[in-house]
């Protein structure tokens, strides 16, 4: 998980790992500006959002340098949530604060090479998201109460789910939880189950 996500700006970030058997926290990398969304890469990479300023970048941090994160690894601003698609080739990132709800998608081989493969529309806000095996994204659209389904193959989208107030993520279910449901959490601290048909 990271710390960090906060005003003033500060490289006080910090990605940190949490024993769940000991309650233990140990620092895996510092030295952060306002971490948001957190993903691993399957080079056991970390790769962290900052939805707050221009210039902010995706920060990358190498699993065996974490002592210097890389700043403006793929140059996106306001980003927030981040996935992985299942063949590992590209990290896909929401922009909370674009006019349209862009979502892109960034070659990790290469970050230059970077296409926006959705745009949700208007007053979205997307949050974050999560992917499916087949690499449909889910996006939680904090600005309208929404859930969103994109394929980002067709860059065709829809609206999953709706009156939801301030959705923030979305998960599929892990071990004890329905793998076939979508769980949101919202910014007022509920939790909801949405079964996919």
Not at 25 to 35: D, E
Not at 76 to 83: K, V
Not at 120 to 148: E, H, Q, S
Not at 160 to 188: C, H
Request: with cysteine; charged share 20%.
């Amino acid at each position: 998980f990271v710390t960090g996500d906060t005003l003033p700006v500060k490289p006080n970030g910090t990605i940190e790992r949490f024993d769940l058997r000991t309650g233990g926290r140990i620092k895996w990398a510092r030295g952060l500006s306002m971490p948001n969304a957190l993903v691993f890469l399957p080079s056991s990479d970390a790769v962290v959002s900052r939805d707050v300023g221009s210039g902010t970048g995706l920060t990358r941090v190498r699993a065996r340098d974490r002592r210097h994160p890389q700043l403006n690894w793929a140059r996106l601003d306001d980003t927030n949530g981040l996935a992985v698609d299942p063949t590992g080739r590209w990290l896909y990132a929401d922009r909370t604060f674009s006019r349209d709800g862009e979502v892109d998608r960034v070659s990790i081989a290469n970050p230059r090479v970077v296409q926006v493969v959705g745009r949700l529309g208007t007053g979205v806000a997307p949050d974050d998201m999560t992917i499916d095996a087949a690499g449909n994204l889910f996006i939680a659209g904090a600005g309208n109460g929404r859930i969103y389904r994109l394929d980002p193959r067709t860059h065709a989208s829809c609206s999953i789910a709706r009156g939801l107030n301030l959705p923030t993520s979305v998960r599929f279910g892990g071990a004890g939880w329905n793998a076939r449901a979508l769980y949101v959490t919202d910014a007022m601290g509920h939790l909801s189950e949405l079964t996919l048909h």
